[in-house]
């Protein structure tokens, strides 16, 4: 079936450093790829997205690139903020060859991030 | 703010009883998803509603049950609660049955029971 690996946590950071989460995939057909995050107390909000291998998904300065050859979708940002303090969250939703989803989300188990001044 | 509204924000309540989430999608979206995160199990996937169907289910218990409305409201109903159901529930929507995959998440009911 298909899963979500993440690189393990929690990973702390001083502000303006760079960030990279790792994030690889299993899936059967040909999966969309997304990273949300949870500011807390909150939602998952949809960070950034990305639906065919070689796409670049790009918001607020973070990007993720879809590799197809090495499955992965590892989120970055040049330089972090004591306000991206959040937990970040690797998902796929995968679908058939005919480009149709299967609608739910499969996520991996989270990396928290914790940013200091 | 996503457009997708939850209640109750929290719910206490005690084990056996039964509780019912309600979940509003954004206007116009068709699907609404449940979600339960937990700390050992994470975010999993429970059921997918369109437009008052049943589409997938995922680990959701037998005690447990959805339904969609027409006028595409959704409500989890949890029953015989165990200590183990203590988790956040998350309900997200989508446009579309199939398409890209992107969902807008609630802000959550917390549901503890003692």
């Known amino acids: 079936g298909d899963s979500v690996t993440q690189m393990e946590g929690p990973v702390t950071l001083s502000e303006e450093a760079f960030l990279t989460i790792n994030c690889t995939y299993t899936?059967?057909?040909?999966?969309?790829l997304f990273w949300y995050v949870q500011y807390p107390g909150e939602g998952l909000q949809l960070l950034l997205k990305?639906?065919?291998?070689?796409d670049k998904g790009s918001n607020k300065g973070f990007e993720a690139t879809y590799r197809k050859e090495t499955t992965s979708f590892h989120l970055e940002k040049g330089s972090v903020q004591v306000s991206d303090s959040a937990v970040y969250f690797c998902?796929?939703?995968?679908?058939?060859?005919?480009?149709?989803?299967?609608?739910?989300?499969?996520f991996g188990q989270g990396t928290i991030l914790t940013v200091h001044p | 703010d996503s457009g997708v509204t939850q209640t109750p924000k929290h719910l206490i309540t005690a084990t056996g009883q039964r509780v019912t989430l309600r979940c509003s999608p954004r206007?116009?979206?068709?699907?609404v998803y449940w979600y339960q995160q937990s700390l050992d199990q994470g975010l999993q996937f429970l059921i997918h509603?369109?437009?008052?169907?049943?589409?997938a289910k995922g680990n959701i218990l037998e005690r447990f049950s959805a339904q969609q409305f027409p006028d595409l409201h959704s409500e989890l109903n949890l029953s015989s609660l165990e200590l183990g159901d203590s988790a956040l529930y998350f309900c997200?929507?989508?446009?579309?049955?199939?398409?890209?995959?992107?969902?807008?998440f609630g802000p959550g009911t917390r549901l503890t029971v003692t």
């Open positions: 206007s116009g979206d068709l699907s």
């Open positions: 899936a059967t057909g040909y999966p969309s």
């Open positions: 998902a796929l939703s995968d679908k058939d060859a005919g480009g149709t989803s299967y609608g739910k989300l499969t």
């Open positions: 997200a929507s989508s446009p579309r049955q199939t398409g890209v995959g992107e969902q807008y």
């Open positions: 509603y369109y437009n008052g169907e049943e589409r």
């Open positions: 990305a639906t065919k291998a070689d």
